[in-house]
């Protein structure tokens, strides 16, 4: 079996219980591997006169940091089972060593040293304190996981460019302007973010620390603050305006942020859709906070809720379904969709169409789900027949001089129409929003060309407003 043991950070650091076993394995002419020559703790093993190899060669011929540790773990488990593997510092926490673990399924003895950790808590000053260390090696997959909390350190900044990539992430989280330590050696210093790729010196000693900041003192942002900040705008001594507001109060609000939103898309601004995503954002934290105060669910319900929903629902992605297409995923979800809500019937889904949703939109979602019944047109052509004869009650309607039934009739005309564009494949909601915005600026251009040749536009004729709609039509093509 490999045995790892860990040299610790300084020279005789290593430990009564890894000496004990280093002189064993040197009797027995076990081959002993250290991972690097260039650390302080290195020197125990000068001093102990034992013949040994290092494995500095491995970082020359690795491509990349991501590649290092399966290298050095390759090449310590190619010299056999009977290898003996230094590393500086704590074993458990070398990369080289976690990579040997899943190459070896665990099959190895371990005999831990001082935590290089350690002297790097004493010089940020986080002595007494909870704090996150992790190795810039690993740097990225914890904070793709959501596991990097202030106060940190961030180790094993060993190379000015692999800095420059720590810089960068770190600057994302927390501001490239964050003032951070930086630590190398016996040495520490204030420097900013931005200046971590900057420094003279970058080895195995080299690191950066960054306290905790004040919520008021943040650069970065970050869910979980937006919430401090809604609690605190909701606390006693908070605003007046959002302590009195009620999750019915403030419902209309999220329609107007979503309204807000699709028009900044529309717009193509990518400044204003950060905006205002991010107002729609604030609705959402809103009522979570307030349904935390009556103890009803609270913000990490809502996020468990949405993502048991991807997953359940995307049993091609997550499960044994299949689907080849867009129209095969859609499928797939509505079918967990209504397994999820007990949704026996179709009728039970077609019901479950939110009422508040804006007519046209509301009316294609309707005929979709009705339609997954098996009640629908065979094509759109067959839908435009049943508009025309919806066209024909209008006018019957209208001619008997019955408003009511007219209104009706009316309605039922634009369902049709609705009808008609769905089973072309079209989104009917953005296709009248969108036809009205041609209106509008057509509209504005006729009336322009009938003032600017002196025209009163309350007196033109039919066919004179049909002249200038035609040039204004043609003007924005």
């Known amino acids: 079996m ?5 040299l610790g950070v300084e020279k005789g650091d290593l430990t009564k219980r890894g000496e004990a076993a280093l ?14 020559a260039n650390t302080r703790s290195y020197q125990t093993i000068l001093e102990m006169n034992m013949k040994h190899e290092c494995l500095d060669c491995v970082y020359e011929s690795s491509r990349n940091f991501a590649t290092l540790a399966k290298n050095l773990a390759r090449a310590v488990a190619e010299r056999g089972d009977d290898a003996v593997y ?50 810039a090696y690993e740097l990225a997959e ?47 210093k204030k420097i900013y973010l931005y200046e971590l790729d900057r420094q003279k010196t970058y080895d195995y000693t080299t690191a950066v620390a960054i306290e905790e900041v004040e919520l008021l003192q943040k650069q970065r942002f970050t869910m979980e603050d937006l919430k401090e900040i809604v609690h605190r705008l909701r606390a006693p001594n908070g605003c007046p305006w959002d302590r009195v507001q009620t999750n019915d109060s403030i419902k209309m609000s999220a329609v107007e942020e979503a309204y807000e939103l699709v028009d900044a898309i529309d717009q193509d601004d990518d400044e204003k859709i950060m905006e205002e995503a991010g107002d729609l954002a604030l609705q959402v934290i809103f009522h ?12 990490t319900d809502i996020l468990t809720g949405v993502c048991q929903k991807l997953i359940s629902r995307h049993t091609h992605v997550f499960g044994d379904d299949k689907a080849t297409d867009g129209a095969s995923a859609l499928s797939v979800w509505e079918k ?97 929003k969108e036809s009205t915005d041609r209106f509008a600026a057509r509209f504005t251009q006729a009336e322009a060309l009938a003032l600017a040749e002196g025209k009163v536009v309350t007196e033109l004729s039919p066919e004179e407003w049909d002249g200038y709609y035609r040039k204004a039509k043609q003007a924005l093509k």
Request: include cysteine; hydrophobic fraction near 45%; charged fraction near 25%.
């Open 142 to 188: 914890k904070a793709q996981a959501g596991n990097l909390n202030l106060p940190l350190i961030v180790y094993d900044l060993d190379d000015r460019g692999f800095a420059g990539d720590v810089k960068l992430l770190l600057g994302d989280l927390f501001g490239e302007e964050t003032a951070v330590k930086y630590l190398s050696g016996d040495k520490a």
């Open 23 to 36: 002189l064993q394995a040197v009797k027995s002419g076990r081959p002993i591997l250290v991972r690097t």
């Open 288 to 299: 979570a906070v307030m349904k935390e105060e009556m103890g009803a669910f609270n913000l």
């Open 336 to 432: 967990n969709k209504m397994t999820e809500k007990n949704q026996v019937t179709f009728a039970d889904s077609v019901n479950d169409v939110p009422h508040c949703f804006p007519a046209a939109m509301r009316a294609q979602k309707v005929g979709k789900r009705a339609s997954k019944g098996g009640m629908d047109f065979a094509t759109a052509e067959d839908a435009a027949e049943h508009l025309k004869g919806e066209l024909a009650e209008f006018f019957e309607a209208v001619a008997s001089g019955n408003h009511e039934e007219a209104e009706k009739e009316i309605g039922d005309v634009l369902f049709a129409a609705v009808n008609v564009g769905r089973k072309a494949g079209c989104d009917c909601e953005k296709a009248l």
């Open 86 to 135: 230094l590393v500086d510092g704590a074993a458990t926490e070398d990369n080289s060593v976690k990579a040997l673990l899943k190459r070896m399924r665990g099959k190895l003895e371990i005999i831990d040293g001082v935590s290089k950790t350690t002297a790097l808590v004493r010089a940020a000053g986080f002595v007494g304190c909870s704090y996150t260390a992790v190795s």
């Open 2 to 6: 490999i045995t790892v043991i860990g």
